[in-house]
């Protein structure tokens, strides 16, 4: 758990063992915005899914706020496991994807992310394993993984595409991205 801050002095992180009883306590945390993350090494080759969180029984897709100098109790975490998966394929157009540019592939499922992600090969091609039942959002994005002068033309936009996924099962989604040079630049 850590609070949601881009800023390295308001960020914190914790982490805690969930006992048998499925209870866990996160201590030394900041005030502030603060998101649950599920890793699991008893299981490494299949992931649970962070599905939901509550605290008193209200959805927290938001983040949970830790005030000053309080506790917080009474927080519910949702977890499942899936076998879906998302084959997917990146064709460019009007040129190749520069050096300096990089693909990401991320799943979002309520406008969060969904803790499944992947980075397309050379080729385009993705695959997202463990994917729990239900409607999500693919979202591609390409971008410059460092800052780069002119003249290469502004990187396109992300992209999403929205998908429905069954245990069992697999979903093919493919992305065209157009490099033509947009107006604007950077």
Sequence with gaps: MRPASNSPANTSTGSAL?????SFQIGGLRPGKATLYLYSSVYPNR???LTRVERDGVDQARGIDIPPGQSISNVQVFISYGTGSIRGTVKFENGSLPPEMRMS????RNGRFAGRGAQPDARGRFLINDIPPGNY???LSVAFAVPTPRPYPRPPSYQKQFVTVADDTEVEVMFTVDLKPREGGP
């Design 137 to 139: 959002e693919v979202h």
């Design 47 to 49: 992931r649970p899914s």
């Design 105 to 108: 592939a991320n799943l979002y």
């Design 18 to 22: 969930v006992a048998a009883d499925g």
